[in-house]
Each structure stands twice: as structure tokens, then as C-alpha cells.
């Protein structure tokens, strides 16, 4: 998933704070939006769609914790990051039991925040596969022809071109054919995510 494809929101009640993370991200060509506290942001969570969240740990309304919590219970999935004292190390852990995918210690590093901000997106594009997109990837699924299905279910086991060509009494030249084809229909961009999708869809090796 790249940059383009979502926003991190920052939740943090001291403006400072606020203003030089969103700097350093927006520099390094990320989208970005900046929330005063945990129920400003509470209230525009519904609406929010591929989106990654930082949030402090200790706000006066309501703690990071409370929050990711609070969104579980919305049904608001959206991959957290926690940002934490030396001293809040036990409530950053009860975050990462609320859900949180990570908590990072002040003062840090610009890289650690963005490779957390990375992670976070891997699980975002694996949330969306594995919720919003189900029905698609099935619908793209029933447009391969039996062949470009026979070379999917080859591929998803794990199987190289040559080895599907031998099973199918079909040149590689052929299978590489089919396996373009399968890629472009499925409009999955590599093949470990034609392989997730397929997988999430229910679709495995026959």
C-alpha cells in the first residue's frame, strides 16, 4: 500500500506535539490530519476510511487506551500507534492488549515512527482485503477462464511456472501468459498479494 492510499491522523492534546509530527510525516510524503483530542476524533472516526492512527497515551479527555477501545467497540478498525512516556510502559502494553499494533517511546527517532506507520499500513491493506474487498475479489475470481483458474490454483500451492506447464501439458511461455492475464483481471499488483487475495476469497489450491 503505498502513501497515497491512506491518511494518519494524530491525536495529541498539546499542539506543539501535534504540528511537529504532522510536519516531519507530511516532509516524507504522507497525508495527514491532526485531531485537538481523543473525542474530537471520536466523532470524525465513523466516516474514516484507510486510515492510520497515532495517538498519544496521556490526554485530559481521554487516554490513548480509552480510545482504541472505544473505537473496538464502534466496530472502528483502524491500526493505532501509541505514543508513550518512559514512565507509561504498563499502559502502553494494556494498548497493545486494546489492540494497538505498536506503542513507541519518547523521544524517538523519525525512521522508527515512519517503519511503525509502514507496519501499520500492511495491516491496514490486510484489514481491507479481508473485509471490504471479499465480495470483489470473488467477483473478479469469477471472471478467469477454467484455464487462468487451473494456473491460479497452481500458483497459489506454490508451484513454478515450470511445474504448472508439465501438470497441464502447456509451455511455460503459456503459463506466463495466463499468469499476466489472472494478475491484470484480479488487479493485484504482485504476486504475493494475488496469493492473499485468492487465499481471503476462500480460493486455494485444488
Do not use: C, W
Not at 503505498?2 to 501535534?18: G, Q
Not at 525512521?111 to 465480495?135: F, K, N, P, Q, W
Not at 506447464?165 to 499488483?189: C, F, Q, W
Request: hydrophobic residues 45%.
Amino acid at each position: 500500500m503505498s502513501k497515497d492510499d491512506f491518511t494518519v491522523h494524530i491525536v495529541d492534546d498539546e499542539e506543539p506535539v501535534r504540528k511537529s509530527l504532522a510536519f516531519m510525516l507530511t516532509v516524507n510524503g504522507f497525508a495527514v490530519r491532526i485531531h485537538e483530542s481523543a473525542t474530537a476524533f471520536l466523532q470524525f472516526a465513523p466516516g474514516a476510511r484507510d486510515a492510520v492512527l497515532i495517538t498519544d497515551l496521556r490526554m485530559p479527555d481521554m487516554s490513548g487506551v480509552d480510545l482504541i477501545r472505544r473505537l473496538a467497540a464502534l466496530q472502528t478498525k483502524i491500526p493505532s500507534l501509541v505514543i508513550t512516556g518512559h514512565g507509561d510502559v504498563p499502559m502502553a502494553v494494556e494498548a497493545m492488549k486494546a489492540g494497538a499494533i505498536d506503542f513507541i517511546e519518547k523521544p524517538f527517532e523519525d525512521t522508527l515512527i515512519i517503519d511503525a506507520i509502514r507496519r501499520a499500513a500492511v495491516e491496514l491493506h490486510d484489514r481491507r482485503i479481508s473485509t471490504d474487498s471479499i465480495e470483489d475479489v470473488r467477483g473478479r475470481l469469477a471472471t478467469l477462464s477454467d484455464r487462468e483458474r487451473q494456473v491460479l490454483s497452481a500458483v497459489v500451492a506454490g508451484l513454478p511456472n515450470k511445474a504448472i506447464a508439465y501438470d497441464l501439458d502447456i509451455s511455460p511461455r503459456t503459463v506466463e501468459v495466463h499468469r499476466s492475464n489472472v494478475m491484470g483481471k484480479m488487479n493485484a499488483k504482485s504476486l504475493p498479494e494475488l496469493v492473499r487475495m485468492a487465499m481471503a476469497a476462500g480460493f486455494g489450491p485444488a
